[in-house]
């Protein structure tokens, strides 16, 4: 018995873990030795980030007293350790970590609301490292070789692409994915060639907005037809493709819930105009393509954490019972009418047995008799400006009510005024008819 014990705990150890009964004897205020994990200030951060030349920095966000943290330390530390031996020196990624009960601060500037949170930073920009639960050696590895690969994945067979994005069972619902980096969207780019304007324009965006999109796969091909096993036509030539692998929910169109899809638009060389050194519109179409324009916010309790880090202008909440939930597919509607990205539409359903909770008292829901009811939260406002940033839908819930006012109180783009990579006028949409 003493042997087998033994043996189990080489092998956590060398899995980078901490076994649970001895996570109470981690003291995360006194440095490892022989750490490769830098220690961060509120300050230095910035300096660090700042002098990589766009090279990644993986960031821990730990609290001294956070039991979770202690468990997951070992594992970052193996990770630092090793990702040399696995092709990463220091100079390509670096592993750092920050106190934030010593510097609290960095919490609200930079989003973090438990521990652990691993984030990647590349210059000014940030996003999420999405573990989950396993938080072992491998896993870091594994997701601090894809932030070293580069601004995008070349992928030339349909078993590549299987393997990097496709989920296996496909979804039948949005909130099936579980918004992990697979099984939700990813953009894709078919080049004439890796060297032209076309591949300059992907680099560019892929380089500045995967940053952004915490995760979301970049990936180019120069095989047209790569895409045809997956049941979807050709890639367009030279043009950036959102290969949506999430079908919306009830109150959708029939086309918004086939699986998968295809919605590509022309690439062309950026100008670079922009003080972020890309066009932030193209980012937004990009963005907008990754979640469904309409979300059933019954069907996963993550979107109760999501939603507000979610960087859509517009956040529309329609709180609805049993006789108005065809009222979802007008709102849809009227959302459909503005450029992708700028508002996602929420539909809460209020059940008769149900208690209110704070999050339906704060919208004045109060029971079924208080639906349908509609609420805007305008992001752009400040936190600060509660009243200010929420908007109540006060006219009958028609399509043509809902669009106005989106587009005459809240100043939203509609897609027939503005366009993305905007050098030809065509915006085409496929719809993927064979499952895998």
């Known amino acids: 018995m003493a042997l087998w014990l033994g043996l189990i705990a080489l092998a956590i150890r060398a899995a980078g873990a901490v076994p649970t009964e001895q996570w109470e004897q981690v003291d995360l205020e006194v440095p490892m030795h022989d750490s490769r994990v830098l220690d961060l200030t509120e300050e230095s951060l910035h300096d660090v980030v700042s002098s990589r030349d766009g090279n990644p920095v993986i960031v821990w966000f730990y609290a001294p007293w956070c039991k979770q943290c202690k468990i997951a330390r070992a594992g970052y530390e193996e990770a630092a350790r090793r990702a040399p031996e696995n092709g990463m020196p220091s100079t ?22 438990s521990y652990p949170a691993f984030k990647v930073f590349r210059g000014p920009l940030h996003k999420w490292i999405e573990l989950g639960r396993d938080r072992s050696t491998e896993k870091i590895l594994a997701a601090a070789s894809r932030e ?23 979804p039948s619902e949005a909130h099936v994915a579980d918004f992990v980096g697979k099984g939700e969207a990813f953009a894709f780019a078919h080049l004439s060639s890796l060297t032209g304007p076309a591949a300059a324009a992907f680099h560019a965006l892929a380089s500045n907005c995967s940053i952004r999109l915490s995760p979301f796969p970049f990936l180019a091909t120069t095989n047209a037809s790569i895409l045809e096993p997956f049941g979807l036509p050709a890639l367009p030539l030279d043009s950036i493709s959102i290969v949506q692998t999430i079908s919306e929910p009830y109150g959708a169109p029939d086309e918004a819930r086939a699986w998968p899809r295809l919605v590509s638009a022309p690439l062309v060389h950026h100008t670079l105009a922009s003080t972020d050194g890309y066009p932030m519109a193209d980012c937004q179409w990009v963005l907008g393509h990754r979640l469904p324009l309409l979300v059933d916010y019954n069907a996963n309790i993550m979107w109760a954490k999501r939603a507000a880090s979610l960087p859509n202008p517009v956040h529309a909440l329609l709180f609805l019972s049993t006789p108005h939930m065809a009222l979802a597919g007008t709102v849809r509607a009227a959302a459909a009418r503005f450029v992708r990205g700028y508002v996602v539409v929420f539909a809460i359903e209020v059940s008769e047995t149900e208690k209110p909770n704070a999050f339906l008292k704060r919208f004045e829901v109060n029971s079924v008799l208080d639906t349908p009811r509609l609420v805007f939260l305008d992001q752009r406002k400040p ?30 783009p509609l897609e027939s005024r503005t366009r993305h990579f905007t050098h030809e006028d065509t915006q085409a949409e496929s719809v993927g008819k064979d499952e895998l």
């Open 92 to 113: 390509q990624v670096l592993f750092a970590r920050l106190d934030c009960v010593k510097y609290p601060a960095v919490k609200e500037k930079y989003g973090v609301y």
């Open 148 to 170: 070293a690969e580069g601004a995008y994945v070349l992928v030339e067979e349909a078993d590549g692409l299987r393997a990097l994005v496709f989920p296996d069972p496909p």
């Open 383 to 412: 936190k600060e400006q509660t009243e200010e940033r929420k908007r109540v839908f006060k006219e009958s819930i028609t399509e043509e009510n809902v669009s106005a006012f989106l587009e005459k109180e809240l100043q939203l």
